[in-house]
């Protein structure tokens, strides 16, 4: 696997949750939640780029569970257009079916309040998506 950070994003209408690993692709830690509609989004997002350098890009790809595109596919993928306008970054989409409950069910048993995991599940869903990623990266080699 080829070494060097990536980052991960749980798009949503409302708020991304954003998660990156270590260079060695072993750990994926969450980053922090942007807001979709924030002005400055563009600014934050090439303000992470620059931070980190990551040489992959991950976005969840909302998928049903009988794997079909719903209507969130098509949100994810002008997400995906717009990082492709701020990065040389190869971006990937990445099933994230389930990423959400994963992530609320890793905050749970972490002992995370109810009302405290309503910012941070979507940083735990960005998690989970990087999770599965990397976990695909480290099987194609």
Known sequence: MQRGRRIAFDYGDVRIGVAVCDADGILASPLTTLRSTDKALKNKLLEIFREFEPIRIY???????????????????????????????????????????????????????????????????????????????????
Do not use: W, Y
């Not at 098509?74 to 389930?98: G, H, M, Q, W, Y």
């Not at 941070?120 to 976990?135: G, H, P, T």
């Open 59 to 141: 976005i969840g790809k909302p998928s049903n569970m009988d794997g079909s595109s719903g209507p969130a596919v098509d949100k994810a993928l002008e997400f995906c257009d717009f990082l492709l306008t701020l990065t040389n970054s190869p971006v990937e989409l990445i099933d994230e079916r389930l990423s959400t409950v994963s992530g609320a069910r890793s905050l749970r048993d972490s002992g995370v309040d109810s009302k405290e995991s309503k910012f941070r599940v979507d940083e735990a869903a960005a998690v989970a998506i990087l999770e599965f990623a990397l976990s695909i990266e480290k099987n194609r080699t």
